[in-house]
């Protein structure tokens, strides 16, 4: 039994392996990866023969395996490049994105210090430690409309000094790097 199903098998093998082989090569367009595929789709045969009936000619079984098995390895393919160039754009656009906050920093602390120091001051308590206006009132013992009118200052003199970096910013945020 055994023996039979093994002259069987390597008839088919011998009939359709150099046909398959060429068709295989049209997909892919490469001929170790073409053989390599053929070879696939016969072991999938020898390894389910006698358990997977065939509805159709033996000829068309295995041309659409042969097609099966090369789309599937392209797309394959096709993924890990597009996951590659994913990983390259990532890895560019986080470090440019880092470049882009650290002199973003170096700006702002530039942009601050030339800030009359009242402004400065009630910049950094409502910005940097989240105090509310009325808050940063209280601890300066000013008025609500001179902390209002100090932080309209700062904003428009860092709007100018950073109109720049802000668009970098704004592109970053936009695109997501």
Not at 13 to 38: M, P, Q
């Amino acid at each position: 039994m055994l023996l039979d199903k093994e002259k069987k098998f390597e008839e088919v093998f011998r009939t359709y392996f150099k046909e398959l082989y060429r068709y295989a090569f049209k997909i892919l367009g490469d001929a170790d990866t073409a053989e390599e595929t053929v070879q696939q789709v016969f072991l999938k045969l020898w390894e389910k023969y006698g358990q997977q009936d065939i509805h159709t000619s033996v000829r068309s079984y295995l041309y659409r395996a042969v097609y099966n098995e090369s789309m599937n390895l392209l797309k394959r393919n096709q993924r890990k490049v597009k996951y590659e160039l994913y990983q390259q754009y990532a890895g560019a656009s986080s470090a440019y994105a880092q470049q882009s906050d650290t002199e973003l920093r170096k700006q702002l602390h530039v942009a601050l210090a030339q800030l009359p120091e009242k402004s400065r001051i009630v910049f950094e308590m409502s910005r940097f430690q989240e105090l509310k206006y009325q808050e940063i009132a209280e601890e300066l013992r000013l008025s609500l409309k001179t902390v209002e009118g100090h932080m309209t200052k700062a904003l428009k003199h860092l709007r100018l000094h950073l109109a720049d970096y802000l668009n970098v910013l704004t592109l970053i945020m936009m695109t997501g790097l």
